[in-house]
C-alpha cells in the first residue's frame, strides 16, 4: 500500500516568514495530493491540492509543487501570520474512490509573534 | 448548505458494549470514508465505500464494520470497544470524478470506559 513521509514534524517560523513543508509517496500509482489544515478539536480543512497532471499550483500565500518522478510534494505558505498555526497533513490516493487517503504524521506550524 | 453531518458529536461507550457511529451527506457523493484518528496522529482509512462496493482495508480490525443503506448514510458499528478505540471518527465525501476533494464531517470524539 501507500506510505507517505512527511517532514519536519515541527516548525516553527517568524510571523511574516516562510514556511516550507515537504512529503514523499510511494506509490507511483497514487495521483492525487491534498493538503490539510487541522486545528486541535475541529475536522481537517483541505487548504490546497494538486493531480499528478501539474507540477504546480498556486493559491494566494499558499502553494504546492510535485515532482512526481521523485514522489515529492512539498507545501509553501508566505507571509505567515498567526492564524496559520495549526497541523498540517499531506496525503496522497489514486484519486476517483479508488482508494481513500493515505496520511502523512502531519507536521505542527507554531508561528512566533 | 450541503455538508457531511456525523452523529452523535460526542459518545462514550462501556468496554465491549456495541456502538454505533452514524454519518449523512447532503453533497450527493457516491464514494464515503471512514477514517480513525487517535490524538496527535494523522487520520487513518478504516474503509469506504465506492456506491454501494465496500472495500475495507488490509489491517482494520475485525472488530470494525460499516453498513450504507443509501447514498446519503454511512454507518460505522464497533462490536466490541476496547480502550484502545478511543479515538476521533471522522466521515468524508468525495466524488470519484471530476474534483476528488474529500470533504469531513465534524467527527465523532469516541470514549471508551
Known amino acids: 500500500g501507500e506510505n507517505v513521509e512527511q517532514h519536519p514534524s515541527t516548525l516553527s517560523v517568524q510571523e511574516g516568514d516562510s514556511a516550507v513543508i515537504k512529503c514523499t509517496y510511494s506509490d507511483s500509482a497514487s495521483n492525487y495530493f491534498p493538503w490539510y489544515k487541522q486545528e486541535l478539536g475541529k475536522r481537517p480543512q483541505l487548504i490546497i491540492d494538486i493531480r499528478s497532471n501539474v507540477g504546480e499550483k498556486k493559491d494566494q500565500r499558499i502553494a504546492v509543487t510535485l515532482n512526481k518522478t521523485a514522489k515529492h510534494f512539498s507545501l509553501h505558505i508566505t507571509e505567515t501570520q498567526p492564524e496559520d498555526s495549526a497541523v498540517y497533513f499531506c496525503?496522497?490516493?489514486?484519486?476517483?474512490?479508488?482508494?481513500?487517503?493515505?496520511f502523512g504524521k502531519g507536521t505542527h506550524l507554531i508561528i512566533q509573534p | 448548505d450541503a455538508m457531511v453531518i456525523q452523529n452523535p458529536r460526542y459518545q462514550v461507550t462501556q468496554f465491549g458494549k456495541p456502538v454505533t457511529l452514524s454519518c449523512s451527506q447532503t453533497l450527493n457523493h457516491n464514494v464515503m470514508y471512514w477514517y480513525q484518528q487517535k490524538s496527535s496522529q494523522a487520520p487513518k482509512l478504516l474503509f469506504h465505500?465506492?456506491?454501494?462496493?465496500?472495500?475495507n482495508e488490509a489491517d482494520t480490525p475485525d472488530n470494525f464494520q460499516s453498513r450504507r443503506p443509501n447514498t446519503s448514510f454511512c454507518f460505522l458499528d464497533i462490536r466490541s470497544p476496547g480502550l484502545g478505540d478511543a479515538a476521533m471518527y471522522l466521515c468524508a465525501t468525495s466524488r470519484s470524478s471530476g474534483r476528488y476533494e474529500q470533504y469531513f464531517g465534524p467527527g465523532t470524539r469516541l470514549t471508551v470506559t
Open positions: 465505500y465506492y456506491d454501494k462496493d465496500f472495500n
Open positions: 496525503a496522497a490516493s489514486r484519486g476517483g474512490g479508488a482508494d481513500g487517503l493515505t
